[in-house]
């Protein structure tokens, strides 16, 4: 018999062999969510005075135990009072649940995320399945456990690993679990029979174990606090910019240090500084804009998804391996043709290197390797393509050439083969055309590395069928990529910003800031590397020819001034690490950046020429003018509907360029300085670096309405 529980509909109530199974159904993911705690402790005070009930399970309905807190509680948080009054309620109610008379186990299923491992925690005991994974992730979200799971997590496997888990984010499997003593036994057969199993034999041996009351893992104190330490040492390192990872290490230090109840309080403040912060709000963003971004307006959910078996690759280059190698790597089969055998050897070579290079740091097994490279099939014809599902065509880029490639992949192909295009300059369009199938062509624009980078720009063109979309955004989520549908615009959206802001690097370099500095202002920021640092890694010939392509067909890629310095140095071969000297200059077979003075001699050449008297240049300039260029064009971008959402943006920022995730993306971080702030800048720009600065006609709109680029897409 199933009996619902009076408070709420998303936890249900019922005995069985003598045990209280309490079973929460919040579905997609049972979040904690306003209705669910309450439930839980109401039928868990029901199980307490239940004569039927020896003992309690808590399990959750539909594929997973509970996903962690509802994340859109924490955007409700405005005061430090407000987060304290919340954090001191939870923290209670899980004392309670601890406290409860009977044995009470939590049931694990696919996962125990954040509030959920917390509340598995404040369980007496947890029994999982092989499959299930437990974490606690919220330093991806910007914040740190917030319901005593700093203070638990620790008592029950000890510091280093606490700090592993609440430092990194990651999950760990259950059988790991179980060897750290977060999970006290494996289910082999049915979950529920084998939780039911556990909580009466607990109940037989009249057990119970309050998690807050475990001493062993943490008696060494003075070895948890070292383990601390190091960790903040780590951290220094990889975690710039961030507060969160260094807060959960403080909560933990807290634990070994203190009381419960003292650390308990501790992680309260702590919890309180990081929820409130810029950089929660940031992530918080993002984790929503994930989601958002595979909704397409006009593709329903529904449109149906083709199965894609096997793929084929043209160009077996750097872009063609790589992307030959996201397929691989994804278990698909994939053809990789080039026009001879030479340059299939190169790119197979390159290939093999890759791999092997995993392979010796210890990331993929000599066997998982040769699997893999065995799904990739090299070839000079045509002959195998009969039955492939996807063509990503990675040729040169040169429109002819494309063109060509298309009418003879029409040919060679199914009329249902998905044609992609990677192409990061032409236009899709003028290829589609060529092939006679416009609804199959689409733009699969990968970012290099392309087995590594996570961004895959889905450029629809005017003819592409929702049924091709809906398939490339599956086969994005198989490719382990993020991918983010645009529109058919120069440069699509990532190249078409990046242009902006590598304009405003080049003309701050002639103003009188130096490459390192531009550099360090922007890593300091919190990219990853500046802008100089990355053209050195991609190739400052790749501009210079896209340039010269432009020109040609009387383009450029960003308005107004352009600086001549890039150029330069494309003439004089100086074309990044791959030539040992570009921005910087690079001993051979070292990526070390090592400034050049010729730099300063060409910026001030490329000054006088252009009148510029060079001034010294703040950091704080460097970050507003590069951050303004990107949300000016992004806001046309957006205006013009090449791209559906501004957090799409944001989204393809933060995964093509590292843009750091605690700013949120551009245009986010655009939000964060205000619209009126970042308008005021263009126009002061305007004034004294020209007319090329003129602001987007969306952040007027906005500005004058009081708006932001994320309010503007909140439904009314
Ligand atoms: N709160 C609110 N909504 C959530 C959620 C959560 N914790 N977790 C998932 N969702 C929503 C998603 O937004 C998505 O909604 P839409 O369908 O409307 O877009 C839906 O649930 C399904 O999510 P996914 O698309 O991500 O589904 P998936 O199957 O790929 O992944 C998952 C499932 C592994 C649980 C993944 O959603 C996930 O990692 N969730 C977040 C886990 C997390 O960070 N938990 C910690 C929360 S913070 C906390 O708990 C603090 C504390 O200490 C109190």
């Not at 669910?36 to 004569?51: L, Y």
Request: hydrophobic share 45%; proline share 5%.
């Amino acid at each position: 018999m199933i009996l619902f529980s009076p408070m709420s509909p998303l936890v249900r109530y019922d005995v069985r062999e003598r045990v209280a199974v309490i079973t929460i159904d919040n579905p997609p993911v049972n979040a904690l969510s306003p209705g669910v705690p309450e439930g839980i402790s109401d039928a868990i005070a029901r199980a307490a005075s239940d004569p039927a009930a020896d003992a309690m399970v808590l399990i959750g309905s539909g594929t997973t135990f509970i996903a962690g807190a509802d994340i859109n509680i924490f955007k409700t948080l405005k005061t430090r009072a407000q987060s304290l009054e919340r954090s001191e309620a939870v923290h209670a109610r899980l004392k309670q649940m601890e406290d409860a008379p009977k044995p009470l186990v939590a049931a694990i299923h696919g996962v125990a995320l954040g509030g959920g491992l917390e509340f598995a925690m404040a369980c007496h005991y947890r029994v999982a399945v092989a499959a299930a994974r437990v974490g606690q992730p919220e330093v991806t979200l910007g914040i740190i456990p917030g319901a005593g799971g700093t203070q638990r997590l620790p008592r029950l496997c000890g510091a280093k690993t606490a700090l592993e888990l609440c430092t990194e984010g990651k999950p760990l499997g259950a059988s790991r679990a179980l060897s750290e003593g977060i999970v006290d036994q494996i289910v082999e057969g049915d979950l529920l029979d084998g939780a039911i199993a556990f909580a009466l034999a607990r109940a037989k041996a009249g057990e119970r174990r309050k998690t807050r009351e475990l001493q062993d893992q943490i008696r060494d104190r003075a070895a948890g606090l070292a383990a601390c330490e190091a960790t903040r040492a780590a951290l220094a390192k990889t975690a710039r910019g961030a507060r969160a990872p260094f807060a959960a290490v403080d909560a933990i230090a807290a634990a070994l240090a203190l009381d419960f109840e003292a650390g308990s309080a501790r992680e309260r403040e702590l919890f309180a500084e990081c929820v409130l912060s810029h950089g929660s709000r940031a992530m918080v963003h993002l984790f929503f804009a994930e989601r958002e971004v595979g909704k397409i307006p006009d593709v329903p959910k529904d449109t149906p998804v083709r199965d894609i078996k096997k793929a084929a690759v043209i160009g077996a280059g750097t872009m063609g391996g790589g992307i030959a190698m996201a397929y691989a790597n994804a278990g698909i089969p994939v053809l990789l043709k080039d026009v001879d055998e030479a340059a299939l050897g190169r790119g197979l070579a390159t290939i093999r290197k890759n791999y092997e290079s995993t392979v010796a740091k210890g990331r993929l097994t000599a066997d998982a390797m040769a699997r893999t490279m065995a799904l990739i099939t090299p070839t000079t014809t045509y002959e195998q393509f009969d039955d492939v599902d996807v063509v990503v065509e990675a040729v040169f880029e040169h429109m002819d050439l494309k063109k060509t490639t298309f009418a003879e992949l029409a040919a060679a192909t199914r009329p249902e083969c998905v044609l992609a295009s990677n192409t990061s300059t032409l236009d899709i369009d003028e290829f589609a055309a060529a092939s006679g199938r416009p609804a199959q062509v689409i733009g699969h624009h990968f970012f290099s590395p392309a087995n590594v980078m996570k961004l895959l720009e889905i450029v629809r063109g005017r003819h592409t069928s929702k049924e091709v979309i809906a398939t490339s955004l599956a086969l994005g989520r198989r490719l382990n990529k993020v991918g983010v549908v645009v529109g058919n615009c120069f440069g699509f959206v990532a190249n078409r910003m990046l242009a902006y802001y590598m304009r405003e690097a080049y003309l701050l370099l002639e103003e009188g800031a130096s490459v390192p500095q531009i550099d360090k202002a922007v890593t300091d920021f919190g990219m990853p590397v500046g802008p100089f640092g990355m053209q050195d890694i991609a190739g400052i010939d790749v501009g210079a020819r896209i340039r010269q392509y432009l020109k040609s067909v009387g383009k450029t890629r960003a308005e107004g001034p352009q600086s001549e310095v890039p150029d330069r140095l494309y003439e004089m071969g100086r074309y990044g690490q791959k030539t040992g000297a570009g921005w910087y200059k690079y001993e051979p077979g070292s990526r070390t950046r090592i400034p050049d003075p010729l730099i300063e001699h060409l910026a001030a050449e490329a000054a006088a020429r252009r009148g510029i008297t060079r001034r010294e240049v703040q950091d704080e300039e460097i970050i507003a003018r590069i951050t303004t260029a990107l949300a000016n064009e992004g806001a046309r971008v957006l205006d013009e509907g090449f791209a559906i959402r501004a957090s799409d943006i944001d989204v393809i920022y933060c995964h093509g360029f590292g843009f750091p995730r605690h700013r949120g993306g551009p245009m986010f971080y655009a939000d964060t300085v205000g619209i009126p702030k970042v308008l005021e800048r263009v126009r002061s720009y305007r004034e004294q670096f020209g007319d090329y600065w003129e602001p987007a006609p969306l952040l007027e709109r906005l500005a004058r309405e009081g708006r932001s680029f994320h309010a503007s897409e909140q439904p009314a």
